[in-house]
């Protein structure tokens, strides 16, 4: 006698059909994404940013002349006035500092140095600090003390006053083997070493409370490696204070830089970021070359002031006391 099986009902039967909402899906309907749009002026600093972002990727294709390359520069050329101006000439839109480079497409290659120096620096503060707050909160004890008394002494020094310190030691170490180069990679382990403590302190204030949850002591239980348990486990219930304090401090980074060039220890004068390129205008200033500072200071505070805009949102939207 042979058994007939009963087939599912639709309610019951798998539907091969249907998809899942995926994670595109879920972020448009996130409430991160909702308070976003419900902000227009934050629209707005994202926007502006991009566009800088923009500017400074495809800066090759947009600039009239490469500023970094001494041929295509000629000093018939220099200070001459903006575009709309009586004494403006084409293709100078800008107008030209003293070397005769063009003040658009400088700021165009500026802006690449700039936020190349900040975006690098804040990923290095940003792992050095994760890291040491990990295990300052993980393990506690004498290397959370070890750790947290280092943290104190720097917060006690301005960040500005660290990068100087840092950069004068690496110039007075290496004299004249630095070329622009390596000087980028010396202003992003100033930078770096600057900024590290906030994130330190805060991913150990998170990592000591979520260590004493259940998770953790279950994935001790099974024996997992304490890095897994760190990595996999308690940092990604730390990544929102994470995201705040590293937008903030890309508008920190980028201003950092620029007054390191401002003061003369930052990129060199044949490769300027927009540090170097107020730097270069301040001497002009009274001259009556205004534009040579102005758009370069400009171009910086807009930026500055965008990137801090997202972070402010980016606090708000992520701090769940305001929901």
């Keep these: 006698m042979s058994e007939t099986v009963a087939e599912p009902n639709a309610e019951e039967r798998p539907s091969h ?3 899942h909402p995926g994670l595109f899906a879920r972020l448009i309907d996130s409430d991160l994404v909702h308070s976003f749009r419900r902000s227009r002026l934050t629209m707005l600093a994202a926007l502006v940013t991009l566009l800088f972002f923009l500017l400074a990727i495809f800066a090759p294709l947009l600039a009239v002349q490469n500023p970094f390359d001494p041929a295509q520069l000629q000093l018939m050329n220099s200070r001459i006035a ?45 792992v050095l600090g994760i890291l040491l707050g990990l295990i300052a909160g993980y393990f506690g004890g004498a290397v959370d003390s070890l750790i947290m008394r280092i943290a104190d002494v720097q ?3 301005p960040a500005i006053l660290i990068a100087l310190l840092i950069n ?8 004249n ?32 409370v979520e260590k004493n949850k259940d998770y953790v002591a ?23 204070p994470i ?20 003061l003369g220890s930052g990129m060199p004068e044949t490769m300027p970021s927009l540090g170097t390129l107020i730097r270069i205008g301040n001497n002009y200033l009274f001259a009556g070359e205004w534009w040579i500072v102005t758009f370069p200071g400009v171009a910086l505070a807009v930026l500055i002031l965008s990137i801090n805009l997202l ?11 305001l929901r």
């Design 82 to 126: 903006p575009l709309w101006t009586a004494d403006g000439q084409s293709p100078f839109l800008l107008g030209t500092d003293e070397q005769g480079r063009d003040v658009f497409s400088a700021i165009l290659y500026g802006l690449r140095i700039s936020l190349a120096v900040g975006v690098l620096g804040v990923i290095f503060s940003g």
């Design 168 to 175: 004068g030691v690496v110039k007075s170490v290496l004299g």
């Design 243 to 262: 995201f705040v304090i590293a937008t903030i401090n890309l508008a920190l980074a980028v201003i950092t830089e620029a007054t390191l060039s401002f």
């Design 218 to 240: 279950a994935a001790q239980l099974i024996g997992l490696p304490a890095a897994v348990i760190m990595l996999r486990h308690v940092l990604p219930n730390t990544t929102g």
């Design 155 to 157: 917060l006690s020094f």
């Design 17 to 19: 059909g249907t998809t």
């Design 311 to 321: 972070g402010d949102w980016l606090r708000d939207a992520l701090n769940p006391k």
């Design 177 to 208: 083997k630095l070329d622009a180069a390596s000087m980028l990679g010396v202003l992003v382990l100033a930078i770096g070493l600057s900024f590290w403590v906030q994130y330190a302190r805060t991913v150990r204030g998170s990592v000591m």
